[in-house]
């Protein structure tokens, strides 16, 4: 008697990416304690303490104070422009637009699939609410996605950038971002 395999499902590009950074928060952390191990083992058997990884710009990043956000839209054209403006408000440092992803969703009791742009948005944790608010209201979609996750971990100077360039609108955040 033959044994059967278990069935294999394969992901497409967007969604394996997708998949790839919900896991990120959940796997990164104990990944970097992973890489330190050699180097506490090291530090052990030579009787010295290990040595302590240091931020190479002199302030560590807060945990979480980043937030990449992400937002499908219906065409280049109109991720291009929401893109825009949100980096012109400050309400992002960066947008990169992945094209080309489908999309597979329940809408109103049928099965819809799109092909969309991923807008993958950088900007601080603070500033998830108001350019929430902000692509709602141009927006084409009755409901767009916009889902924000925190970043533990990564380039300090690139995140400490993400920060720098977001500062002017996280200080003023009582003013309308209309």
Known sequence: MRRGRAPAFLLGGGAALLLSLLWMPTLLPVASRLLLLPRALLSMASGSPPAQPSSAS?????????????????NEKVAKEIARAVVEKRLAACVNLVPQITSIYEWKGKIEEDSEVLMMIKTQSSLVPALTDFVRSVHPYEVA???????????????????????SVSDSSAAPLG
């Open 58 to 74: 002199g302030s560590a990043y807060v945990p979480g104070s980043v937030s990449a956000a992400f937002v499908t839209c219906p």
């Open 145 to 167: 996605e916009v889902i924000a996750l925190p970043v533990e971990q990564g380039n300090s100077p690139y995140l400490q950038w993400v920060r720098q360039v977001t500062e």
